[in-house]
């Protein structure tokens, strides 16, 4: 996720709906964000013959900004997993960015055996908070449940956070990588033009056994060197836009079986439907598009994809 607001879900989780409620009051720039995905859900394209997972995404701001694909009715966060699996998704990892949607993830995680959650603090939003280390203890509670199977999306952003905030995104990153090597959960990381920083704490604290790349966007030195240290390299719609030849080189080179695809609904939206929302239903263009930057047929991919899963999160059933 390339930027983020806090999300507005209630605290405590018993009887919550299955979907958080919008801010009454959104800011200025999540009304213009809103509107900016105020278009119709993309047409679905063809059903992957070889079930895979979205190994990232975000249902809940999904719902709260664009809504479901179709007008569907009922409840819509189990509507945005159904339009998925009819697509050959399977499965999906929902990943949290404050305390309180990662609450919300463990929650749904623990009630649906299509999804996995992820918690953490995003990194831009670790300068904010008035109190980082108590957020980070909510964090740690939340990580110890067992259907969570990820700490993250964590890590360093220098794109949206200026000078004033890096102590305190470093801070939160260190600290996340030692609550997933406590807990032996995969860490997920967001970087944004910060591979060099990355690297550097991750080497500094000593990497968990998994590490994922959310949204990989580096370039194949990059990914050469993530690949060197046995890192996950998870691409997104990005690789199938035309500016994007760096993600193709990268893919070009990562062995299979370090790749996984993901949507960051509802961001990333894959050509040719940039500028609408994006959701798990659609992953099947971005399969598609990394199998043939690998060179590898889509259903051989696929299978692959879908074992790397169960090794990194564990099986969701």
């Known amino acids: 996720m390339n930027m983020r607001l806090p999300v507005q879900v209630?605290?405590?989780?018993?009887?919550?709906p299955s979907t958080p409620p919008t801010s009454p009051t959104p800011s200025e720039k999540r009304r213009a964000k809103a509107a900016r995905r105020a278009g119709e859900?993309?047409?679905?394209?063809?059903?992957?013959?070889?079930?895979?997972f979205d190994s990232h995404t975000h249902?809940?701001?999904?719902?709260?900004?664009?809504?479901?694909?179709?007008?569907?009715t009922g409840d819509p966060v189990e509507a945005l997993i159904?339009?998925?699996?009819?697509?050959?998704v399977d499965r999906l990892v929902q990943v949290g960015v404050d305390v309180d949607s990662s609450r919300w993830g463990a929650e749904l995680a623990g009630r649906n055996d299509a999804v996995l959650a992820a918690v953490a603090l995003h990194p831009n939003e670790a300068p904010r908070l008035a109190d980082l280390d108590?957020?980070?203890r909510e964090i740690e509670a939340l990580a110890a449940q067992p259907r969570v199977r990820g700490v993250g999306e964590t890590g360093m952003d220098t794109?949206?956070?200026?000078?004033?905030?890096r102590s305190a995104q470093?801070?939160?990153?260190?600290?996340?990588?030692?609550?997933?090597?406590?807990?032996?959960k995969a860490l997920i990381i967001h970087d944004r033009e910060a591979h060099?920083?990355?690297l550097r704490i991750l080497d500094d604290e000593g990497a968990p056994d998994t590490v994922v790349l959310h949204c990989f966007s580096g370039d194949a030195e990059f990914a050469a060197e993530c690949v060197r240290r046995g890192y996950h390299l998870s691409f997104a719609g990005t690789i199938t836009f035309g500016s994007a030849a760096n993600l193709r080189a990268a893919a070009a080179i990562t062995p299979p079986e370090l790749m996984m695809v993901e949507t960051d609904a509802p961001y990333l939206t894959p050509a040719p439907h940039r500028g609408r929302p994006n959701a798990s239903y659609l992953i099947p263009i971005t399969v598609r598009a990394l199998a043939a930057a690998r060179d590898i047929d889509v259903d051989e991919l696929c299978a692959t994809i879908s074992a790397t899963g169960e090794r990194v999160f564990g099986p969701w059933r």
């Open 59 to 72: 249902l809940d701001l999904t719902v709260q900004e664009a809504g479901v694909p179709g007008g569907a």
């Open 159 to 165: 794109f949206r956070t200026g000078d004033d905030g």
């Open 41 to 52: 859900f993309p047409p679905a394209p063809e059903p992957l013959a070889v079930p895979v």
């Open 170 to 184: 470093e801070t939160s990153f260190r600290a996340h990588i030692a609550i997933a090597k406590r807990h032996g």
């Open 10 to 16: 209630p605290c405590r989780m018993s009887h919550m």
């Open 196 to 198: 060099a920083d990355v």
């Open 134 to 136: 108590e957020a980070l």
């Open 82 to 88: 159904a339009a998925a699996a009819k697509n050959g």
